[in-house]
């Protein structure tokens, strides 16, 4: 009975071997085709060469993960500062600034491109090379460790770059010393006086200090000195770059204690020229041009009112024009005095017409009233039809008409006058007192205008000679 089991079993396996060899066979013929198919694709992917370092094992993150256990990242705790408890760690800061993007007037804050390096040594950086060469990371290592929070004071805004990666850059050396540079734009307050606007100089800086860290913890220094501020070919619209330099000093804030902060201090000088095309040559016509109504006859009243008016609104409009690009200062600005002393110039043109054409009437009234002039006599009219009143004749009363062709002319006897003649060499000199002048003046109105020919242009003259040496 047991030899027939035996017998049984023998059978079975004898029947059931070929089929598993015949399965093993086809599964290796699938593997086969697959494999055979594969490369067919990566054939013609690569332009019928199939590349080998496809097979191997992704190397950046390989790399990635030797370089993290290199510097022995996971050892240590990165939210604490390098040597803690013991003296301030020095940090030394290196600026190259890039442009200055704008300046702004109205805000008094200025825009600037820089790229910020810092230097310290991490000895848990630290690690062993046969070469000395340094490891260079971006901004995905720099997460993981400890770098310096410096920050801009004053600042406005500020981002770091991001195209098409953000602009971070991490050098790491064996000895664990460490280069971190970034690329930023900041805007900063500046604080201006504008007492000399548009002849001004402006002192403006950009200043450093770490955030969290005070001078016990922190040391901020520039690293080369003098030499540790660098800029490129930078050219403005409106001004002039003077100077660059750097300079250090310290911050106290009562809760938290004393800081290391650094200075980027840069000198502005305004261009001037652009403000004189703007503003001052304007200004200057339009002065000149309202003493034109001192050459215009004084009973031409349209003529000279419409001028003296034109003059006085265009002086309010670039009056308007300057201050609505300037900030709302409680002080006076060099170019407020210049602009107001002219609209001064130009407002008393029009206050002299006002006086002359008054005067003028005053005149003619006791003229009439002494009978020089004809009763029927229309000064609107005169100006209408003549267009021009002559000072220099005497208007006498209109004599009747002789009858005879012949006339005679009658001349009154002079009186006769108890002062003995002058003798030879003496010369008469007629006193009059300032009151008798001003009624002269007065009593002849045309002089006003002649004076003021001479009066205004003098006056003016004399204002911009004060005025340019003392700004400029």
């Known amino acids: 009975m047991i030899f027939a089991v035996s017998v049984l079993r023998l059978m079975c396996l004898a029947w059931l071997m070929p089929v598993a060899l015949l399965k093993g066979s086809n599964t290796q013929n699938q593997r086969r085709h697959k494999d055979v198919y594969l490369g067919e694709n990566t054939r013609h992917k690569h332009g019928g060469r199939i590349d080998f370092k496809t097979k191997k094992s992704d190397s950046t993150k390989s790399l990635l993960i030797k370089s993290e256990q290199l510097l022995r990242i996971e050892d240590h705790d990165f939210a604490m500062r390098p040597g803690f408890g013991g003296s301030a760690i020095p940090v030394g ?172 201090n840069f000198i502005l000088r305004r261009h001037i020229f652009f403000f004189m095309l703007q503003t001052y040559f304007p ?66 043109s029009v206050i002299e017409y006002a006086a002359v054409n008054y005067f003028t009437t005053v005149e003619e009234m006791k003229k009439l009233r002494k009978g020089k002039l004809p009763v029927s006599y229309d000064a609107t009219q005169a100006m209408a039809y003549d267009g021009c009143f002559h000072d220099d004749i005497d208007v006498s009363p209109f004599p009747e008409l002789p009858t005879t062709p012949s006339t005679t002319r009658t001349i009154p006897p002079r009186a006769s006058s108890t002062e003995p003649p002058p003798t030879e060499g003496t010369r008469l000199w007629r006193k009059r007192s300032v009151g008798k002048n001003i009624r002269f003046i007065m009593s002849n109105s045309y002089m006003i205008d002649s004076y003021s020919r001479i009066i205004f242009p003098l006056a003016y003259l004399l204002f911009n000679i004060i005025y340019w040496c003392i700004y400029s």
């Open 93 to 264: 800061i290196d600026v190259q600034v890039e442009s200055i993007d704008s300046i702004s007037e109205v805000n008094m804050d200025f825009t600037m491109t820089l790229y910020l390096r810092h230097y310290w040594q991490d000895d848990r950086l630290a690690f062993p090379s046969s070469n000395n060469k340094s490891r260079t990371f971006d901004a995905r290592l720099v997460k993981k460790i400890w770098v310096p929070d410096v920050f801009f004071v004053h600042s406005k805004r500020s981002f770091i770059h991001d195209t098409t990666m953000e602009n971070i850059m991490l050098r790491v050396y064996p000895d664990g010393n460490i280069l971190y540079s970034v690329r930023i734009t900041v805007t900063a307050l500046c604080s201006m006086d504008f007492s000399r606007f548009p002849l001004d100089t402006q002192n403006c800086s950009l200043e450093l200090e770490s955030y969290a860290y005070n001078e016990n913890d922190l040391m901020l220094y520039w690293k080369n000195g003098n030499d540790s501020l660098r800029t490129d070919e930078i050219a403005l619209s409106q001004f002039f770059i003077e100077e660059f330099h750097p300079s250090f000093g310290l911050a106290f804030y009562s809760s938290t204690g004393w800081y290391n902060r650094l200075y980027i």
């Open 283 to 348: 200004t200057m016509l339009m002065v000149m041009l309202s003493w034109v109504s001192f050459w215009i006859d004084r009973r031409a009243v349209p003529a000279r009112v419409s001028l003296g008016i034109t003059t006085v609104l265009t002086m309010s409009t670039i009056i308007t024009g300057v201050s609505a690009s300037m900030p709302q200062v409680s002080y006076v600005k060099a170019v407020d005095i210049y602009l107001w002393a002219s609209f001064l110039f130009v407002f008393l």
